[in-house]
């Protein structure tokens, strides 16, 4: 009689998920699908709330440099007024093209002074004075200035506020801000 081996003992079965492990492995893995998830819409929302958040006109918002007539449009001492033309931008919001302002130029030689046209006293329009090449003045007050915009005469508390100018590609670029009216000091306003 062939004897054979007895069969191999049966491997023990594979223990059955009870419940509750099945439900530790789901939660587990629901959370990590929840963290992930969140982190992924943080990184994406961060930049959106940062431009929400951020007032458009938050950056350089003391002066900003805007190009008015062609170099070769001034003549020679002759004052010229210009106009400020720029976005206009409050917090929330950009107007396109909009007159901020105006300046005065003046040429010498490849160079150009430029004055703020508001008076310094109570924020009057500056004129050219009557004469010829005598500088300006306040038509409100007659304040009166020479063409160097040193005060000569008149209520104003300081001289015509001066400008900086650069030529860009030919163009008077002023560097156009606003200043406080009625004192002595200019300050930014
Ligand atoms: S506002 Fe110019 S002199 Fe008064």
Known sequence: ????????PPSA?????????????????????VVGSCAIAAAAALPAAAFVAAPIGSKGA????????RLDQLTE???????????????WTIERGVELGS???VKHGDKVTAFSSVCPHLGCS???APSARAGFACPCHTSAFDPEGKRKSG????????????????FVAVDFRRFRIGIADKVEA
């Open 77 to 91: 001492g002759e004052p010229k007024r210009v106009a400020i033309v720029d976005d206009r931008r409050d917090a």
């Open 13 to 33: 079965p594979l223990a059955p998920l009870d419940s509750e492990g099945a439900g530790t492995s789901r939660r587990t893995l629901t959370l990590a699908v």
């Open 126 to 128: 500056v004129n050219v």
């Open 1 to 8: 009689m062939p004897t054979s081996d007895p069969p191999p």
């Open 62 to 69: 003391a002066g900003r440099w805007v190009r008015t007539l």
């Open 155 to 170: 209520p104003s508390p300081r001289d015509l506020d001066a400008l900086a100018t650069r030529i860009e590609e030919g």
């Open 103 to 105: 300046v005065w130029l």
